[in-house]
Structure formats: C-alpha cells, structure tokens
T-cell receptor, first 115, second 117 residues
Framework: GDSVTQMEGPVTLSEEAFLTINCTYT??????LFWYVQYPGEGLQLLLKATKADDKGSNKGFEATYRKETTSFHLEKGSVQVSDSAVYFC??????????????FGTGTLLAVQP | DAGVTQSPTHLIKTRGQQVTLRCSPK?????VSWYQQALGQGPQFIFQ???????QRGNFPDRFSGHQFPNYSSELNVNALLLGDSALYLC????????????????FGPGTRLTVL
C-alpha cells in the first residue's frame, strides 16, 4: 500500500545551518505531497505542498521538489532559526479518482535548532 | 477567519468508558477528516465525512464511529475505551473541489488529547 518514509530524528543544528530532511514515498498513481509542521503542544500546520512531478513547494524559506524519478520530496532550508524547532511530517494524498483526500503520514522528524 | 476548532482540549477517561470529541471545520469547508496521533508517531487516518456520510474509513475498529451535522461540524465517538486509545485526536477540514471530490489541502485543528487510565 501507499506509504511515506522519512529520516529519523532528532536532527540537531546550530542557528543559520543548512537543513535537509529526507522523505521518500511509495504510491500508486500520482499523489500530492505535503510537509506539515507541528510545534510543541499544537496541531499540524501546512508548510508546503506539490501536486505534480517537478513542482517545487515553498514557504517561509522552506522548499521541497516533487521528484517522481526518485519518489522523493526532501525538505530544505538554507538557514534555520531557533523558531524552526518543531516536528516535521512528510505526507501524501493518494489521488484515487478524487473520492477522498486522506493523508498518509511519515513518522515525523524532530528538529532542534540551538542558538 | 475562524480556523478548525476542537473540543475539549484534554480528556481523561477510564477503560471501558465512551467518549465524544467535537470538531468545527474552517469557515466555508464542508469535509471533515479525523486522525489519531499516538505519542511519537505520525497521524493515522480514521475516517472522513462529507454531506453527513462517511466517505472512507481507515483501519480502525467499529468502536470508532462518527457523525457530521448539517452545519458541517462533526463528532468522533469511541466506545469501550482501551489503554491503547490514548492519543491526540486531530480533526482536519477541506473543501469540495470542482471535480466533486475534496481539494487536497487539509487544515488541522489543535487536537484533543485523550488519556485512558
């Protein structure tokens, strides 16, 4: 079945360091791909998305490119801040004829940014 | 613009009891999905409601049931609670797209933390 695999954390970086969180997926057809962020004690916030191959999603300095040939959607940011510390979830929405848009999530990657 | 709201914020129950969680979707949204997030895990899809009917269900037992009201708000009911039902329960809403299915972007509420003792 459809699934998402993302790198295990925690990822610990110093402020202004470069961030990469790897995400790969298995899916039938052409899913939409997402990154969600969860701050401590809160629900999920949509960070960015891409709906077709070679699309690049971007928001708040984060970006990710939908790579169908490698079934990947890696999250990157050029210079992280302490305020970026959170858990990041990669997710896909299978497009089974548009009946529903359920999300399938990875296990999450904890990012800790130190000043 | 009101986002997705959920109540209560926290809940403590004992094994065997029943619980009802509530969700109001983002303004203008008509589709509601429920997810269970165990500690340290990613959310797992429970089911989705549209036009007051369950459209799709994840791999959860019949102890988990739901309802959607004419104003699009929704309830999640869990019967015969088990210790393993302790989790953060997330509600997400989305809008029906032009093709008749929901658009792919879901917006999440803050969740209800359920503890089963």
């Amino acid at each position: 079945g459809d699934s998402v695999t993302q790198m295990e954390g925690p990822v610990t970086l110093s402020e202004e360091a470069f961030l990469t969180i790897n995400c790969t997926y298995t899916a039938t057809g052409y899913p939409s791909l997402f990154w969600y962020v969860q701050y401590p004690g809160e629900g999920l916030q949509l960070l960015l998305k891409a709906t077709k191959a070679d699309d690049k999603g971007s928001n708040k300095g984060f970006e990710a490119t939908y790579r169908k040939e490698t079934t990947s959607f890696h999250l990157e940011k050029g210079s992280v801040q302490v305020s970026d510390s959170a858990v990041y979830f990669c997710a896909l929405s299978p497009n089974y004829g548009g009946a529903t848009n359920k999300l399938i999530f990875g296990t999450g990657t904890l990012l800790a940014v130190q000043p | 613009d009101a986002g997705v709201t959920q109540s209560p914020t926290h809940l403590i129950k004992t094994r065997g009891q029943q619980v009802t969680l509530r969700c109001s979707p983002k303004s203008g949204h008509d589709t509601v999905s429920w997810y269970q997030q165990a500690l340290g895990q990613g959310p797992q899809f429970i089911f989705q409601y549209y036009e007051e009917e369950e459209r799709q269900r994840g791999n959860f037992p019949d102890r988990f049931s739901g309802h959607q009201f004419p104003n699009y708000s929704s309830e999640l009911n869990v019967n015969a609670l088990l210790l393993g039902d302790s989790a953060l329960y997330l509600c997400a809403s989305s809008l029906v797209g032009t093709s008749g299915g929901p658009t792919d972007t879901q917006y999440f509420g803050p969740g209800t933390r359920l503890t089963v003792l």
